[in-house]
């Protein structure tokens, strides 16, 4: 168990109150001592001539909750802020209760998002004290062990990473296993902890690698010194094996751990290394090779990080990309701006004369010059040879921000001084811009005009012309960290300190505001070169981007703390992001191999693909069925008659839609809808039960079958006459036509038949122990498999007199099962959330997952060379399968990290030569 191995004592609570209630905190401590509770507070905490910062950080890291004493003083508390911000940093679980009504008062975000314990006006204390133990006691097990894995990892930390200090063997394996399993319960794991196993098990993985080259030598000299005895070559050879199978098992396992601690970066890595010892293994049969192939895959269809970029010793606070993409300049608190091509080879190192931090940096629009600006107040212009050309003065404090105008001709900067001044680039002052009533964090010109807008720390947004001529002030909720105009100049972004990412037009008007709000301030946000996506990123360390519309597209974690900067590269496909943990990071925030689309407000029950023209059609619980382009673009929205959607199928002519659902709750009336496939009603074409359970094509087009809870499998023609009736007997949840159009099959609760429908003869039944709730004929017609409640999956060849079953198929019930066109495999989706795909006899070939809910329906496209899954997370998501092969997924893999591997000055040198062997990528 994971409590043996974190064997740290923890107190139950930490609490942070302002002075002024220490009354209230006194008699709630006292509270706490009567029921056996343990807390951290200053009054006996913090020893005579301590480091009392110090300490306080040691008692939040020592407590499972952080307690919030709410009232008007302690909400204007720097020293309380300043705990509540620590608690945040590593993931403390925040308990916020009232002692003192806050009307009025400005409550941070992360506090005001949680429901308060409320200690005034009606509430007796004895019943908000009883509320109170219960949120403590809340997933206590999980919470005692994120404390003590986080003290065990700041520990390793303090000690400068010191593999001494690191996690191995049987207890690296319970922690890594309880991880697994508890990934979805909060606090979330920290960066810091994430590290910290990640790490563990790379050195555990060296230590086995040493481990075996050890054997090997023992090994070796035995062998040569005993060489006419030859049992001891096969022991020898049997022990090899086992080492390498130990070897291959414990890299899936880390790669598997790295996936859960959200690290995709670490697990493709790691996984590559399983297979790369997999391909040199070919005596490994059976699950192992199945269960390797699918661990690099699954990195692969999550991997959004590209590079990491490490060099500079400070905070790095700007980044951006040269305007031909092919380089890029990070500005950090070490004084330096460091050039690099993407692929992370460093190509130059400027030094500000001055010595002092740098904030920001900026390419000219020719690529020839570079500015930045920092902490002695100074703009610093080089040329590309790196030689200072330049030096502008003029600002009384830090300068935040540097942009060069569209033309190149001006330069724009923003101080903490409250200004704004614009310089021509030979350093001749134009202008200064006043009216900020606080530091000026941002300034960005009009890409299509002679204005620029500011935002700063007096929560305002400023639009001005560039002679200094003020023509709007925009009031926000909050200070503002940075803004920017779309490429087209019609529209601003502004982050600010609460977390959210708002649009204004120029004028002034509040044009919409961006969800989800981050846990905590956001830094930075841009628009990509064609104004249809925006990025942000901040305290949470995780960067977002959006489409224009307010639809998030991605989060991508990995830094580990502060994001203080983002920029889209010229061509929109790749973002960098700069931070305080010392790194400037490479993203492809559009997945290579996987697409999804968002856009449907609840669970997904069904989807089909057009054969004839692509295009996809999903039906959902929110009432609608979308039609999306084969890009995944939607097309069109249909309002179904039903209250939700529970199944939809395309003919195979692509001339037609159908859908089946219940018409609204209180009439319970099942129906079958029709639509032509660009989505012209034609109506409703059925009444069956109390709802439409299932629908399905004949393969001719002409007819369709739909399957309800009366137990009723019903064929009718597209005007809706009723042409031939089965009976399951039994709610139905699945039907299907065979591709020949000899046989149907319905399955439903514990009920499985085949009919021959030429005479309605039955061929098959089968009463199963469990709910069949999906199937699906191979194109031969001679096999079906469909999918079982209880966690199976069943195989029937039609010439055998009873069907076969995959044992624990999935970790939960599976939903959805088809064949691929070809035959040669099939696709099965579950309560698990994971995508299995399987050779046609059974054999596991993948396991891949990216989904948050379960996948309640699948369909492969027409050439097989996808797969479309819809799931209750609301997304369906387009699978390309043409990577699944392990030659391909070692080769991409090692495309993917070359440049890391190769110029990172942190991987170790055995890891450059890692792919040395391997074929390049052939797209």
Do not use: H, K, M, Y
């Given at each position: 168990m994971a409590d043996n191995v974190l064997k740290i004592n923890s107190l139950d609570v930490f609490v942070s109150y302002s002075r002024r209630d220490k009354e209230f905190v006194k008699i709630l401590t006292n509270r706490l001592e009567n029921a056996t509770r343990t807390y951290w507070i200053d009054w006996q905490d913090i020893l005579p001539l301590s480091e009392w910062r110090q300490d306080i950080r040691q008692g939040i890291l020592d407590s499972n909750n952080f307690l919030f004493v709410m009232s008007p003083a302690s909400l204007v508390s720097k020293e309380c802020l300043k705990e509540l911000d620590y608690a945040i940093s590593v993931n403390k679980r925040l308990i916020p209760i009232l002692c003192q009504k806050t009307s009025g008062c400005k409550v941070p975000p992360p506090l005001a998002d949680i429901n308060w314990i409320s200690f005034v006006g009606d509430n007796s204390f004895e019943q908000s004290f009883?509320?109170?133990l219960l949120a403590f006691d809340r997933d206590l097990d999980y919470v005692k062990a994120h404390t003590r894995l986080l003290k065990l990892a700041?520990?390793?930390?303090?000690?400068?990473?010191?593999?001494?200090?690191?996690?191995?063997?049987?207890?690296?394996?319970s922690i890594e296993t309880w991880l697994y399993q508890k990934s979805n319960l909060s606090p979330a794991l920290t960066q810091l902890q994430r590290d910290f196993v990640a790490t563990s098990r790379v050195a555990e993985t060296r230590r086995q690698k040493r481990d075996m080259r050890n054997q090997r030598i023992a090994l070796g000299s035995a062998i040569v010194a005993l060489a006419v005895v030859s049992a001891l070559g096969l022991l020898a050879e049997i022990r090899r094996r086992e080492a390498i199978f130990q070897e291959i098992t414990a890299l899936n396992y880390a790669s598997t751990a790295s996936l859960a601690l959200k690290n995709p970066f670490e697990s493709l890595q790691q996984g590559l290394r399983a297979n790369l010892q997999l391909q040199k293994s070919k005596w490994i049969k059976g699950s192992l090779r199945a269960e390797t192939l699918s661990e690099l895959a699954q990195a692969v269809y999550r991997v959004q990080e590209h590079n990491i970029l490490e060099g500079h010793s400070n905070w790095v606070y700007g980044v951006e990309f040269s305007p031909d993409g092919k380089l890029l300049a990070s500005a950090s608190l070490d004084g330096t701006v460091k050039v690099w091509q993407p692929d992370g080879r460093l190509v130059n190192t400027l030094q500000g004369p001055g010595g002092g931090g740098l904030v920001d940096v900026s390419f000219s629009p020719d690529g020839q010059t570079l500015a930045a600006g920092g902490a002695d107040t100074k703009i610093y212009l080089w040329n590309m040879a790196g030689e200072l050309v330049k030096t502008l003065q003029g600002h009384e404090n830090w300068v935040y921000s540097v942009r060069f105008s569209p033309d190149g001709q001006q330069i724009a900067s923003a101080s903490i001084d409250k200004t704004v001044r614009i310089w021509r680039q030979d350093g001749t002052p134009l202008a200064t811009l006043t009216g900020h009533t606080g530091p000026v964090t941002s300034v960005s010109f009009n890409p299509v005009n002679n204005t620029l807008v500011s935002g700063g720390l007096d929560s305002t947004i400023r639009v001005w012309q560039a002679n200094g001529t003020l023509l709007k002030t925009i009031e926000t909720e909050d200070g503002i960290f940075d803004v920017t105009f779309t490429p087209d100049g019609m529209a601003i972004a502004a982050v600010s300190q609460d977390g959210t990412?708002?649009?204004?037009?120029?004028?002034?008007?509040?044009?919409s505001k961006l969800q989800p709000v981050a846990n905590g301030e956001l830094s930075s946000v841009k628009f990509s070169p064609d104004g249809q996506f925006i990025v942000a990123a901040g305290e949470d360390r995780?960067?977002?981007?959006?489409?224009?519309?307010?639809?998030?597209?991605?989060?991508?974690p990995g830094h580990q703390d502060y994001i203080n900067y983002v920029a889209f590269s010229p061509d929109g496909t790749w973002i960098a992001s700069a931070s305080d943990d010392l790194s400037v990071r490479l993203w492809q925030w559009d997945n290579t191999w996987i697409e999804q689309l968002k856009g449907h407000r609840k669970g997904i029950n069904g989807v089909a693909i057009n054969p004839q023209t692509g295009q996809i059609t999903s039906g959902s619980q929110d009432g609608t069925l979308k039609l999306w382009s084969p890009q995944g673009q939607v097309v069109k929205t249909l309002k179904a008659n039903s209250v939700w959607v529970d199944g939809v199928a395309v003919s195979p002519d692509g001339?037609?839609?159908?859908?089946?659902?219940?018409?609204?709750?209180?009439?319970?009336?099942?129906?079958v809808q029709l639509w032509s496939a660009t989505g012209e009603s034609r109506g409703v074409i059925s009444r069956q039960g109390q709802w439409g359970g299932t629908v399905s094509f004949s393969p001719d087009s002409q007819s369709i079958a739909s399957a309800s809870d009366d137990g009723l499998i019903q064929i009718r023609g597209l005007d809706g006459q009723i042409q031939q009736t089965f009976e399951?007997?039994?709610?139905?949840?699945?039907?299907?036509f065979s591709p020949d159009g000899q046989f149907l099959a319905a399955g439903g609760d514990s009920a499985l038949k085949v009919w021959h429908l030429a005479g309605a003869k039955l061929l098959h039944a089968y009463e199963s122990p469990a709910n069949v709730n999906g199937l699906s004929f191979s194109p031969d017609s001679q096999n079906l498999v469909f999918a079982n409640s209880d966690r199976t999956i069943g195989l029937w060849s039609l010439n055998e007199p009873a069907p076969r079953f995959l044992e624990k198929s999935h970790d939960g019930e599976v939903y959805a099962v088809q064949f691929s066109p070809d035959g040669r495999q099939f696709a099965s989706g579950g309560q698990d959330n994971m995508l299995r795909l399987w050779s046609s006899d059974g054999e596991a070939i993948a396991t891949i997952g990216s989904h948050e809910a379960s996948i309640k329906t699948l369909q492969f496209s027409a050439d097989g060379s996808k797969v479309i899954t819809g799931s209750e997370d609301n997304t369906l998501i387009i699978w390309d399968l043409n990577i699944l092969n392990p030659e391909k997924l070692v080769s991409w893999s090692c495309d993917w990290l070359t440049g890391y591997l190769q110029n990172n000055p942190n991987v170790p040198d055995s890891d450059r030569t890692l792919c040395q062997r391997v074929a390049p990528w052939k797209p």
């Open positions: 009883q509320e109170l700041d520990e390793w930390n303090s000690q400068q990473r010191d593999d001494s200090f690191l996690l191995r063997g049987s207890n690296l394996e990412v708002t649009l204004w037009s120029p004028e002034g008007n509040l044009l995780i960067v977002r981007v959006w489409q224009r519309d307010g639809t998030l597209v991605t989060s991508l001339r037609w839609i159908a859908a089946v659902g219940q018409e609204s709750e209180a009439s319970q009336v099942g129906l399951l007997g039994a709610n139905a949840l699945a039907v299907g």
